[in-house]
């Protein structure tokens, strides 16, 4: 249902809550982000401030939608550049039908967006909502999506492709985004869970610094549900098993999601691959036999040519592991993940990354002694062994 008063937009697409309140977990992480109190609201009902633009300000922003301005198209609307008549870039999204389940996404996404703020989380500048139009405006991110510094982008020469990505940037863009993902699974009021974490939904601002962003799909858990049935939405390769079967949704569906996106950050694989035979094969399948056998080294992206820092992959990897198991149980809480990142990114700085491929060429005939040698068993007790090493 939604309510079409978009100043105060309640959604609740055919939620079952399933209560299981006993025993859940409650955290206590909490970032430090402090509002801009320079910026003053057109709208002061709301605890952020966003405004609701008019058509004319967004149409001379985007020079009338000009295909020139087109920033890229998803399956709701396209992305526009532009330039507000105050001089701030933006990006504007415009909803190609006015269909139900367009405005819904439009509903839900002025809904969450309105009322979380984060360094990490995309922020909502406004919207306007006319006629068979609904457009929304956030800040413009210069470096794009994650998607498009992992994977070579179709139709781009190769000249004009983003360089790849240095290890620093990573380990600090999966810091970010852990940030960004934890602030809504334990600090946002309700609790919010995204439901289509992936790379094209990880934007990088000038800095790098990355912003979750698609709240479309998103939902609000009420106080005391710890999971709804629901419709699945999201992308293949990226859906937790229990979700894709079973529409069982809760904040460790992100969890998974997030495991996959931390194994697609570090080695550049695509989440879903397609093998010769028209087998397809998923990025936790093809790292799961190089982690058991302790062949960190592979699961690097060639493109960074080494130059990385072992032990921090390491960590990074186990993460990932621990995130993308079947059994949603197991999977750690985000405020875990954010501590088990923050730790791999304390340990070294990026001037004492050294390159490791000629150590790995040198260790790739010793390896097999790590199958049967030392191999601890992939838990959180192993993460906690590994922490305290
Ligand atoms: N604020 C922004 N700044 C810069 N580029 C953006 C911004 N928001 C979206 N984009 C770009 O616009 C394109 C379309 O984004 P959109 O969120 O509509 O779809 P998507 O995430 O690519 O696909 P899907 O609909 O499957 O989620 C993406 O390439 C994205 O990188």
């Not at 009021?189 to 800095?207: E, F, G, M, Q, T």
């Not at 993308?324 to 405020?335: C, G, L, T, V």
């Not at 390159?355 to 049967?372: F, G, M, W, Y």
Request: charged content about 25%.
């Amino acid at each position: 249902m939604i309510n079409r008063c978009f100043c105060c937009v309640s959604v609740d697409d055919e939620p079952e809550p399933a209560a299981a309140p006993a025993g859940r977990r409650r955290y206590t992480y909490r970032h430090q982000e402090p509002t801009n109190p320079s910026r003053t609201p057109k709208n002061r009902s709301m605890e952020y401030p966003w405004e609701i633009y008019s058509l004319k300000e967004l149409l001379q922003a985007t020079n009338n939608f000009n295909d020139s301005n087109k920033l890229g198209e998803g399956g709701f609307g396209t992305v526009y550049w532009g330039r507000t008549s105050k001089g701030v870039e933006i990006a504007v999204k415009r909803l190609k039908a006015m269909t139900a389940k367009a405005e819904m996404e439009f509903a839900i996404e002025v809904e969450i967006l309105g009322r979380v703020r984060h360094k990490n989380l995309l922020s909502l500048r406004g919207f306007y909502a006319g006629g068979d139009e609904r457009l929304i405006v956030y800040d413009y991110m210069p470096n794009h999506s994650l998607l498009t510094h992992l994977h070579p982008q179709r139709g781009v020469p190769s000249s004009q492709q983003h360089q790849p990505l240095d290890w620093a940037r990573r380990v600090a863009i999966a810091i970010g985004a852990a940030e960004g993902l934890a602030y809504l699974h334990h600090e946002a009021n309700p609790h919010i869970i995204h439901r289509d974490i992936k790379a094209s939904n990880v934007l990088l601002d000038a800095d790098f610094v990355p912003k979750v962003a698609d709240f479309g799909f998103a939902k609000l858990i009420p106080d005391g549900v710890s999971h709804l049935t629901t419709r699945v939405k999201g992308t293949l390769g990226y859906l937790a098993p229990e979700y894709a079967m079973w529409g069982k949704v809760s904040e460790s569906c992100d969890v998974y999601s997030f495991g996959v996106l931390l194994l697609e950050l570090v080695s550049a694989r695509r989440p879903l691959e397609k093998l010769p035979g028209g087998v397809k094969r998923e990025i936790v399948q093809w790292a799961a036999p190089l982690v058991e056998r302790r062949k960190w080294e592979r699961l690097a992206d060639p493109r960074l040519a080494g130059r990385f820092d072992a032990q921090q992959l390491r960590t990074v990897v186990e993460a990932a592991m621990l995130c993308a198991q079947s059994d949603a149980e197991s999977r750690p809480a985000m405020a875990e993940v954010v501590e088990m990142l923050r730790f791999s990114g304390e340990r070294r700085t990026a001037k004492e990354i050294v390159p490791v491929a000629a150590a790995s060429s040198e260790t790739e005939a010793t390896d097999l002694d790590d199958v049967t040698g030392s191999s601890e068993p992939l838990d959180r007790r192993s993460w906690k062994l590994t922490k305290l090493r």
